[in-house]
Antibody, heavy 116, light 115 residues
Framework: EVQLVESGGGLVQPGGSLRLSCAAS????????MSWVRQAPGKGLEWVAN????????YYVDSVKGRFTISRDNAKNSLYLQMNSLRAEDTAVYYC?????????WGQGTLVTVSS | QPVLTQPPSSSASPGESARLTCTLP?????????IYWYQQKPGSPPRYLLY?????????GSGVPSRFSGSKDASANTGILLISGLQSEDEADYYC?????????FGGGTKLTVL
């Protein structure tokens, strides 16, 4: 069964940092682009970043450029999102997703709350 | 990044059809892109439904009923998700998505109510 499990969310103060992880199983992780997508409470979906199979290409939404870094470890079947200089508006559920053209599947998400 | 416009809400009765739209900005031609559609129910992650490029290039997500279909209205620069034979379980939020240039973009979502 293809599965994605996010972890690392929590409460962090504005200006702080957090590292999210996404553990993949049930498929050849190194063969797929991977993405992070977030959803603020009661709001819609916002794509955050994605990364190529070998990590050689990365793209970000403008609002996180220079603050967030996406990375992966194919040996550990894991995807990461390092989030620095966090702001209140970064508060959201963060999902990781496999790119097969569409995003499919999605993980269950991990909640990040930025508040003092 | 461009904005994809979806009506915030739509409603229809069981057994009827629902036509959900996703309008692209005028500088992006709908005919040039795959339009991806997702369904999200409260408390769950989004679920991939289908993509539509043309009648000869389209795809259905695994296990997605054929009641869900996609199309485009080039004159309106719009992608369309059609749900026929509405069921109560179709009540959910629906999102469109495209890759215009080095970034994925989602529409704001449409909340579909099955009356």
């Amino acid at each position: 069964e293809v599965q994605l499990v996010e972890s690392g969310g929590g409460l962090v103060q504005p200006g702080g940092s957090l590292r999210l992880s996404c553990a993949a199983s049930g498929f050849t992780f190194s063969s797929y682009w991977m993405s992070w997508v977030r959803q603020a409470p009661g709001k819609g979906l916002e794509w955050v970043a994605n990364i190529k199979q070998d990590g050689s290409e990365k793209y970000y939404v403008d609002s996180v450029k220079g603050r967030f870094t996406i990375s992966r470890d194919n040996a550990k079947n894991s995807l990461y999102l390092q989030m620095n200089s966090l702001r209140a508006e970064d508060t959201a559920v963060y999902y990781c997703a496999r790119e097969t053209g569409p995003f499919d599947p999605w993980g269950q998400g991990t909640l990040v709350t930025v508040s003092s | 990044q461009p904005v994809l416009t979806q009506p915030p809400s739509s409603s229809a009765s069981p057994g009827e059809s629902a036509r959900l739209t996703c309008t692209l900005p005028s500088d992006i031609n709908v005919g040039s892109y795959n339009i991806y559609w997702y369904q999200q129910k409260p408390g769950s992650p989004p679920r991939y439904l289908l993509y539509y490029y043309s009648d000869s290039d389209k795809g259905q997500g695994s296990g997605v009923p054929s009641r869900f279909s996609g199309s485009k209205d080039a004159s309106a620069n719009t992608g369309i998700l059609l749900i026929s034979g509405l069921q109560s379980e179709d009540e959910a939020d629906y999102y469109c998505m495209i890759w215009p240039s080095n970034a994925w973009v989602f529409g704001g979502g449409t909340k579909l109510t099955v009356l």
